[in-house]
């Protein structure tokens, strides 16, 4: 699979690289850090949107996040209905405990779909949606 780093600058003194790999249509980006809270939110917002313009099927891997506050899973939220709203789909894997946690206590987790891998989340990509059919 293709792959390419993003420097995310997530505060002025400290800058990440976001792992991007591209496999089939989908970027599966890895998050780099142990937090994502109100100090670098915006920065991820801002950089991550230039990644979402040109992809619209993705995937947040949350493996190295220890700890999401409000304003981050604000971020998080947004980038699902912007994707949504453009005909894509935002999935979400790798999440520690106390992320999963704390998704299921705002009930995140009926908002997203989650994944154990990576490989789950992109094969449910190309998965034939069910259909509601509605007897008469």
Known sequence: PKQTFLKLYFT????MDAKINKIENVAVI???????DSSNTRDF??????????NKQVI???SSVRFIDSSGLGAILSFLRRL??????LKLVGL?????MLFE??????IFEIFNTADEAVSSFSAPQAQVV???
């Open 12 to 15: 002025e003194k400290h800058i």
């Open 96 to 100: 520690t405990k106390p992320v999963r």
């Open 134 to 136: 509605m007897a008469a």
């Open 84 to 89: 949504h709203d453009e005909g894509g789909d």
């Open 105 to 110: 206590l705002v009930r995140m987790h009926r």
């Open 60 to 62: 947040f891997d949350l």
């Open 45 to 54: 917002k801002e950089q991550m949107g230039m990644v979402l313009d040109e």
């Open 30 to 36: 890895t998050i780099p850090g142990d937090q994502l």
